[in-house]
């Protein structure tokens, strides 16, 4: 069974940073292409960044493109995500997924390809 475990999240001011940490354990690490979302009550799940199975190939959305980064250490099964210069409309519950992918170079922008999800990591910007 494939469980994923965020870390990492919590109350910061604008223009700060957090880095948020996502555990994988009971499944291959190295055969998931791995995603970063966001979702506010009420509001349907964003996409934030992904990588691919490699870590070679990464994707962000506008909002996350020149201030966050994703990462991954398969040595530690673990993936990151690097957020920088914070501001208040990145207060989100983030979520890590995982998506069971053939190509190594592969990745996906979209939730609902995502097999795995964690449970969600509260990030909070005060302005």
């Known amino acids: 069974q494939v469980q994923l475990v965020e870390s990492g999240g919590g109350l910061v001011q604008a223009g700060d940073s957090l880095r948020l940490s996502c555990a994988v354990s009971g499944g291959t690490f190295g055969s998931f292409s791995m995603g970063w979302f966001r979702q506010v009550p009420g509001k349907v799940r964003e996409f934030v960044a992904a990588?691919?199975?490699?870590?070679?190939?990464?994707y962000y959305s506008d909002s996350a493109k020149g201030r966050f980064t994703i990462s991954r250490d398969n040595a530690k099964i673990t993936v990151f995500l690097q957020m920088n210069t914070l501001k208040p409309e990145d207060t989100a519950v983030y979520y890590c997924a995982a998506q069971s992918q053939r190509s190594v170079l592969a990745y996906s922008i979209r939730s609902h390809e995502y097999q795995y999800w964690g449970q969600g990591t509260q990030v909070t910007v005060s302005s």
């Open positions: 990588n691919s199975r490699n870590g070679r190939v990464t």
